[in-house]
C-alpha cells in the first residue's frame, strides 16, 4: 500500500511540472492540429478530415499575407527604433547624473504601468488633434513609444550591473574612449539589448489594442486574425501560427545549443 | 625573461591635489618615485592613496599640481595615452573575453598586428599557458590575479600600478603572490607604485613605502626605517604595535634626554628624538613591544644597569606559538605589549606577575607629545 504513495511523493514534482507544461503547450498543440483541417464552412472550429490545403497555400485568403508581411515590418522598424533609442537612453540614464533624471525614469516606466487601452486612447488622440492621417507610420510611433520602456528597463539592469572598473581597465589599456565602447561596453551590455529587442518584436508583433486605436484603414496580423473572427477563421491562420512557432522554437533551440557549445569549450 | 625587461622610469608628483565638492580626499603632496623602484602607499582605506595612484594612471583629474613620468609632464594627458598600466582592485578582467584576449588587449589596441609570441611568452611567465582559452569567471582568485599583471605587464608600462592587487585572496595566496610580484619587479624592472592597506604586504614588497593619512603623506621611507623611527604616532601605531608613554623631560644636555614618567627614570638618545624636546615639556617615549625583555620581580637585581627600567603586572598572556604575547598594566602607563620569544619560557611570568619591563635606551624613540597617542590604532580609527 506504501510505495504508490511513496512513488507519488518522489514524482510529484515531475507530474506538476509536466501537468503544466501541457497546460501551455496545450493551446498550440490544437492551433497546429487544426491547421491540417478541411472545415465545413467558414468557421474552423470542429475538426473534419486531414488536409494539407492551407499550407501549400497560405496567402490563399485575401489580404492575410498582405497583412502579416505589414506586420512583420512594423515590428522590424519597431524593434531597431526602439532598441538604439531605448539603448540610449538606458546609457544616459544609468550613467549620467542630470536634472529630472528620475523624473524621466518614471517617465519611462509608465507605458508598462499604463492600462494598454488607455495609451491607446490617448495617442488616437494625440495624433487627431495634430492632424496626422492614421496609418503605417502612427502605428509605428505608436508602437516605438511602448516598446522602447522594455529596451530601457532590460538595458538599464544590464549597465547598472556593470563594474566602471572595466572601461577604466580598457582605457588604461590604450583604447580609445570609442575603442572602449565598442570592445567593452557593447558587448558587455549585448545581452540586455537583445533581450529588449526580442521583446520588443514579440510585442509589436502581436499588439492589438494600441494599433486598432491607431491604425485607421491599415490592418496588421492581429487586426486581421480579429477581424475574421467575426465572419469566419481561415485554416491560413493556423499555418501562419504554426509557422512561427516553429521558427520561435527553432531560434531558442539554436541559442541554447550555440550556448551550450561556448560553455563546452 | 629578458624579452619583457624594459627599464621603468622615475614619478613625480608635485602639489597635487584631489578635492570632492567640500571633501578633501587628497591634500597637496610631493611626491617622488625612483625609477625602477617598488613603491608603496601604505594607509586605511579613505586617506587618499587610491585616489593618488587613479590620478596617476589619468583616471582621475588632479585638483591641482601635476604628474611627471621621466620628466615629461602628462598631467593633461587621458588614461589612453600615458605609459602606465594598472592593475585594479578585483582586477576588472573582461568577462566577454578569454584570458588569451585579455592579455592581448592592449596590444591590439595599439594596433600591434603579430600578438600571439608575446602573449605566449606573458602566459607563460605568470604560468596560465594552458588556460587561455577560458573565461576570467572560471579561474580562481589567484589566477585572475596573474592574468591582471600579466594584461598590465604585456604592454611594457614604464610604471605599473596596482591598487590592492591581493586584497581579495585568502592569506596564504597573498603572502605566495607578495613573493611571486616581487619577483616579477626584480626580473622586468618596471617601476611598481602599490595601494595597499596591509602594513606587512607593504613592508615585505616596497623598497620604499609612503605612510598616508587623512590625504597627507605621514612619512616616508625605508620599512625598516619606518618601523624603527616612525615620525609620528600614526606611523607608530598603524606599522605594527607601539607602546607610547608620555613623559616629562628633565635634561637636555646630554647624548641622552632624561624623562621622568611617575617617578621612572627614563633615558633615550638625542638622535632617536624627531620632536625638539625642551625641558619641563611632555615627549611621547615610543618601544615596541619586541624590544622590551620581562624579568620577574624576584630577579629585578639581574636587570644590567643602563637600561631604561619600569615595573608592572601581567594582565594577559596569550601563546601564540613562536612567541608569547603578554598585556602589562604599569603606573607608568596601562595596557603596554610585550613579545617574548618562546625560547626559554619562564613559567612564572602569567596574569598576576609582578614583573620589571626594560629595554635598550637606543631602541626607543622620541614623539612630539601634542598628537593623539590612539592615532593609527583601532581606537584611533574609530574616533576619527
Redesign the interface.
Known amino acids: 500500500m506504501t510505495s504508490p504513495v511513496r512513488w507519488l511523493r518522489r514524482n510529484l514534482v515531475v507530474i506538476a511540472g509536466l501537468g503544466t507544461l501541457a497546460y501551455l503547450i496545450l493551446p498550440n498543440v490544437i492551433v497546429t492540429v487544426f491547421s491540417f483541417n478541411k472545415p465545413n464552412g467558414r468557421f474552423n472550429y470542429e475538426w473534419q478530415r486531414f488536409s494539407t490545403d492551407a499550407w501549400t497555400d497560405p496567402c490563399g485568403v485575401a489580404d492575410l499575407c498582405g497583412s502579416l508581411s505589414l506586420s512583420l515590418r512594423i515590428a522590424v522598424w519597431a524593434t531597431l527604433g526602439a532598441t538604439v533609442l531605448g539603448t540610449m537612453i538606458a546609457f544616459a540614464l544609468a550613467r549620467h547624473r542630470f536634472r529630472a533624471r528620475s523624473s524621466v525614469s518614471t517617465l519611462i516606466f509608465l507605458p508598462m504601468a499604463m492600462p494598454e487601452v488607455v495609451m491607446a486612447a490617448s495617442l488616437a488622440t494625440l495624433f487627431l488633434n495634430m492632424g496626422v492621417s492614421f496609418g503605417f507610420w502612427t502605428i509605428l510611433i505608436a508602437h516605438i513609444t511602448f516598446c522602447l520602456s522594455f529596451v530601457v528597463t532590460a538595458v538599464k539592469a544590464r549597465v547598472m550591473s556593470m563594474?566602471p572598473?572595466?572601461e577604466?581597465?580598457?582605457?588604461?589599456?590604450?583604447?580609445?574612449p570609442l575603442?572602449t565602447f565598442l570592445?567593452?561596453t557593447l558587448?558587455?551590455a549585448a545581452p540586455g539589448i537583445v533581450a529588449g529587442a526580442l521583446l520588443s518584436f514579440a510585442l509589436s508583433f502581436d499588439d492589438f489594442i494600441i494599433t486598432n486605436f491607431n491604425a485607421g484603414s491599415t490592418v496588421t496580423f492581429p487586426m486581421y486574425v480579429w477581424g475574421s473572427a467575426q465572419r469566419g477563421t481561415p485554416v491560413q491562420i493556423n499555418v501562419i501560427g504554426t509557422a512561427m512557432f516553429a521558427v520561435a522554437v527553432l531560434c531558442v533551440l539554436v541559442a541554447q545549443l550555440v550556448g551550450g557549445r561556448r560553455k563546452r569549450? | 625573461m629578458t624579452a619583457i625587461a624594459t627599464t621603468g622610469t622615475d614619478v613625480r608628483l608635485t602639489g597635487i591635489s584631489k578635492t570632492y565638492g567640500s571633501f578633501t580626499a587628497v591634500h597637496p603632496l610631493d611626491l617622488s618615485v625612483p625609477a625602477g623602484s617598488f613603491f608603496a602607499l601604505l594607509g586605511a582605506s579613505g586617506c587618499g592613496k587610491t585616489t593618488t595612484l587613479r590620478m596617476i594612471a589619468g583616471l582621475e583629474d588632479p585638483t591641482s599640481g601635476t604628474v611627471e613620468l621621466a620628466g615629461r609632464d602628462v598631467t593633461a594627458l587621458p588614461p589612453y595615452k600615458r605609459p602606465v598600466n594598472t592593475v585594479f582592485q578585483s582586477y576588472a578582467l573582461f568577462p566577454h573575453l578569454d584570458i588569451y584576449e585579455n592579455v592581448a588587449f592592449g596590444l591590439r589596441r595599439r594596433g600591434v598586428k603579430s600578438v600571439k609570441k608575446q602573449v605566449d611568452d606573458m602566459l607563460e611567465l605568470v604560468q596560465l599557458g594552458d588556460l587561455a582559452r577560458r573565461k576570467p569567471q572560471q579561474l580562481s582568485g589567484g589566477q585572475q590575479q596573474r592574468v591582471a599583471v600579466a594584461r598590465a605587464l604585456i604592454n611594457h608600462p614604464q610604471v605599473l600600478l596596482l591598487d590592492e592587487p591581493l586584497g581579495a585572496l585568502d592569506l596564504k595566496l597573498r603572502r605566495q603572490m607578495q613573493l611571486e610580484l616581487k619577483r616579477i619587479q626584480t626580473e622586468v624592472g618596471i617601476t611598481f607604485i602599490h595601494v595597499t592597506h596591509d602594513q606587512e604586504e607593504a613592508m615585505t614588497m616596497a623598497d620604499t613605502v609612503a605612510v598616508m593619512n587623512a590625504g597627507r603623506v605621514e612619512q616616508l621611507g625605508a620599512p625598516a626605517e619606518l618601523y624603527e623611527t616612525p615620525r609620528t604616532t600614526f606611523v607608530a601605531n598603524f606599522l605594527g604595535t607601539s607602546n607610547l608613554i608620555a613623559a616629562d623631560v628633565l635634561d637636555t644636555s646630554g647624548d641622552d634626554i632624561l624623562l621622568r614618567a611617575c617617578d621612572t627614570k627614563l633615558a633615550l638618545p638625542a638622535t632617536r628624538c624627531t620632536a625638539t624636546a625642551r625641558t619641563g615639556e611632555k615627549l611621547l617615549v615610543g618601544i615596541r613591544p619586541e624590544k622590551i625583555t620581562l624579568t620577574h620581580a624576584d630577579d629585578a637585581a639581574s636587570v644590567p644597569d643602563g637600561r631604561n627600567r619600569i615595573t608592572g603586572r601581567i594582565t594577559q598572556a596569550g601563546f601564540i606559538g613562536v612567541s608569547t604575547q603578554y598585556l602589562v598594566d604599569s603606573p607608568v602607563a596601562p595596557g603596554l605589549s610585550v613579545y617574548a620569544q618562546n625560547i626559554e619560557r619562564d613559567a612564572r611570568l602569567a596574569p598576576g606577575a609582578e614583573v620589571v619591563l626594560h629595554w635598550n635606551p637606543g631602541h626607543g624613540f622620541g614623539l612630539d607629545a601634542a598628537q593623539s597617542i590612539e592615532a593609527g590604532t583601532d581606537a584611533g580609527e574609530a574616533g576619527t
Open positions: 563594474d572598473r572595466l577604466q581597465a580598457a582605457q588604461d589599456l590604450y583604447a580609445t575603442q570592445r567593452v558587448p558587455i569549450s
